[in-house]
């Protein structure tokens, strides 16, 4: 018999920088009842990010000592800032709350897939070049930093065929529509098996 924590699924919102991702994955999530997983970085919070809310924000040090204890079950670099996840949040939320959701680019949905298999379900979201940048650009994203992750564009474009699901956002609320009635698919199927 499995135990719950196997039935419980965690969705990945993946594609590139701008797409819509996160903005996506807490609506879907909240609509869901779905706990949010947060990652941790070393990057500097930008403004109107909270720290325990968009990412667990800690210095270079904490974040060695975390990594050399073999805590982060994925850990990346991208512009100089470390990013990574802790196996044991997700297990502990997991265990408390069922299924969870995470935003992380195409390079850590890969690398989480090869660990949780058909236990984890990659969202790709995703919308052209020209838009992507705009939506930076209105979010007050430095223009450094919007060149750095348009150079990545084409590269994330590409996993978007090793996702299990894709979907292009221009309007908002029928993207969140179409997410959110396909995740209700996954738990409807988990709740049957249980029955
Ligand atoms: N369909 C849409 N139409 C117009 N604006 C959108 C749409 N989807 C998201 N946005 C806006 O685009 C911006 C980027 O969205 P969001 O932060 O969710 O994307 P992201 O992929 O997580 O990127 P980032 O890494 O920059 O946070 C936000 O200001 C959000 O409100
Ligand atoms: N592979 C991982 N990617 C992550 C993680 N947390 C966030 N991200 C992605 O990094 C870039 C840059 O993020 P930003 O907030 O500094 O702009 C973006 O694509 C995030 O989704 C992680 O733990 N692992």
């Given at each position: 018999m499995a135990d719950s924590q196997d039935r419980a699924f965690i969705f990945v919102f993946t594609?590139?920088?701008?797409?819509g991702r996160k903005t996506i994955a807490d609506s879907v999530g909240s609509t869901l009842g779905l706990t949010k997983v947060l990652s941790y970085t070393t990057r500097k919070p930008r403004p109107g990010e909270v720290n325990g809310q968009d990412y667990h924000f800690i210095t270079p040090e904490l974040y060695e000592e975390l990594d050399a204890s073999g805590d982060f079950i994925e850990s990346v670099t991208i512009n100089s800032n470390l990013y990574g996840l802790r196996g044991s949040d997700i297990q502990r939320s997991f265990k408390n709350n069922g299924s969870v959701y995470l935003v992380l680019n195409p390079e850590g949905a890969e690398m989480l897939k090869q660990t949780y298999g058909n236990q984890l379900i990659r969202l790709f979201i995703y919308a052209d070049r020209q838009t992507v940048e705009q939506r930076q650009q209105q979010k007050g994203i430095g223009g450094e930093v919007i060149e750095q992750r348009l150079g990545r564009y084409e590269t994330d474009m590409i996993a978007q065929a090793r996702c299990e699901h894709a979907f292009e956002n221009y309007d908002l609320a029928h993207t969140v529509f179409e997410i959110t009635n396909t995740l209700e698919q996954y738990l409807q199927r988990n709740l049957e098996e249980r029955d």
């Open positions: 594609g590139p920088d701008g797409s």
